[in-house]
């Protein structure tokens, strides 16, 4: 057990890709936590995909013993949070188990829309904030103009900010100092009854599951019989351990400690992040405040191209679901994709990833349908439903008003963007609510509908901005608007994957652009195919893809054999990615991309 005045638990917040896990990386490897034969770059980013695209995902934890130079030796535990919009909530609740940030901010970017909204958070949980300036190797960058803008905009002082290069190790000596002098130690009663935080936990293969805790009162040992206080659980722990990042049995973990246990949990799922974790025969009197469970927002169905894989993927996403409580699936059927699951995600980069993971992991073939919000939909006698798939839409005679989720989106852009960025925003239904400049760049606060979001804006802000934006967004409200479904016939069959809600002003638009795509994904049949958008009965948009004259193969007679037969091999190849309805098949990659609006 370590004095409370020696130790120090923090967290990194920074906007992504300003070189947080990097730091991370540095302080591990300075101060010998690993050996140097270990190391690899990025350790706390463990699986393969956020390695790949560069995100972190999962929080994770480190403790780290530093011998600082008033000779004393102390624990850091080092909380790592995920950076991204979608992952609010797993920043949030890493937050509430440290007491200080350090604030990293590229010196050549400067702040961005995701710095602040972390930031805040950090501001949120009373935390001491040390600014950490990096990549000051780069040439563009310019830590006085940086320092100022953080003082103008988060309104913290950074006259002390520590300048370093995570990437050559400069100055990371003076974070490790300024983490011991400035942050403060945690605070804690020993003999009072046990009262800790689950942080986090995750599905190991070999341990089962693995607790991340904080421990605020009291003392845990190992073999305790323990009782969660939000699912009344109770087990006995096996395993309590240290992270250094490999697992380091220990045998008692006091106030303000952070550590792992493993007790025989069969899932992630019957751990609650933010639930408080106390002794059965003797527990605190009050639970840990501020537990929320997260809710997913943004839910698709995932189907197998090839129907013979649906028992393959049910197998698949239960293992996946192992790890990752946040994302939520129940077994749907679609009359035009057949059996399959509609799946709830934290955002869109979540459900990117998720299905990622699917198609490669697990070797999938997958049809993504169309990414969906929750809609509530007002029954004219009085019942509330939740639409989670537009397919399932109730006839219009009995329903009273539809309302929409609405957030307040942030955007922080340099100026020559600005028109760009609002002319976007405008089109996706958005209500500008505050405009200002800081340090030169403009911020905007728009007050958008999540549906119009949780398509293609992403990609779309980044295009028109030429990557030079940022964004963030919080759930506000439920708001009543004018929405209806809107579906689409090819070749007069509905094809329900297709259907969408959509605003009724913009159903037009949306219906022609729809079907105008489509003609152009679905291949040419030997007849005729109208391709339809309606509402209700009514159609409001129609395009027709002519038949097909020609035979691919045709052109090659004469007798090229081998290329013929490459020809026939590539159609074949492509056959396995269609899915057939009724007389036509449509290719799986229209599903998104009929989808996409060009503006
Ligand atoms: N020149 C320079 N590049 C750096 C420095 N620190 C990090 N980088 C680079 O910046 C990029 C992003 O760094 P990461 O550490 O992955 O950033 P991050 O904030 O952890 O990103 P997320 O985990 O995605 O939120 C990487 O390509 C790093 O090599 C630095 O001090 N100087």
Known sequence: MTDLDRIRNFSIVAHIDHG????????????????????????????????????????????????????????????????????????????????????????SQGVEAQTLANVYQAIDADHEIVPVLNKIDLPAAEPERVKEQIEDVIGIDASE????????????????????????????????????????????????????IRVMDGVIKKGDQIKMMKTGATYKLDRLAVLKPAMVNIDELGPGEIGVFTASIKQVRDTKVGDTI?????????????????????????????????????????????????????????????????????????LEVVRDRLEREYDLDLITTAPSVVFKVHMKDGEVIELHNPADMPDLTYVDHIEEPRIKATILVPDEYLGDVLKLCQD?????????????????????????????????????????????YQITEYREDYLVKMSILVNDEPVDALSIMVHRDRAEARGRAMCEKLKDLIPRHMFKIPIQAAIGGRVIARETLSAMRKDVTAKCYGGDASRKKKLLEKQKAGKKKMRQFGKVEIPQSAFIAALKMDE
């Open 20 to 107: 947080k896990s990097t730091l991370a990386d540095r302080l591990i490897q300075l101060t010998g936590t690993v050996a140097e034969r270990d190391m690899k770059d990025q350790l706390l980013d463990a699986m393969d995909i956020e390695r790949e695209r560069g995100i972190t995902i999962k929080a994770n934890s480190v403790r780290i013993d530093y011998p600082a130079k008033d000779g004393k030796t102390y624990v850091l535990n080092l909380i790592d949070t995920p950076g991204h919009v979608d992952f609010a909530y797993e920043v949030s609740r890493s937050m509430q188990a440290v007491e200080g940030s350090l604030l990293v901010v590229d010196a």
């Open 428 to 472: 996706r239904r958005g209500i500008q609510q505050d405009l200002t400049y800081v340090g030169g760049r403009a911020m905007v606060v728009y007050d958008l509908p999540l549906a119009e979001v949780v398509f293609d804006f992403y990609d779309r802000l980044k295009s028109v901005t030429k990557g030079y934006a940022s964004f963030d």
């Open 278 to 350: 106390t002794h059965e025969k003797k527990p605190c009197a009050n639970a840990l405040p501020g537990f929320k469970p997260s809710i997913p927002v943004v839910f698709c169905g995932l189907f197998p191209v090839d129907a013979n894989d649906f028992e393959a993927l049910r197998d698949a996403i239960e293992k996946l679901q192992l790890n990752d409580a946040s994302f939520s699936a129940e077994m749907e059927t679609s009359a035009a994709l057949g059996f399959g699951f509609r799946c709830g995600f934290l955002g869109l980069l979540h």
């Open 161 to 212: 900010a520590v300048e370093i290069s995570a990437k050559t190790g400069l100055g990371i000596p003076d974070v490790l100092e300024a983490i011991v002098h400035r942050l403060p130690a945690p605070q804690g009663d020993r003999d009072a009854p046990l009262k800790a935080m689950l942080v986090d936990s995750w599905y190991d293969p070999y341990l089962g599951v693995v607790v991340l």
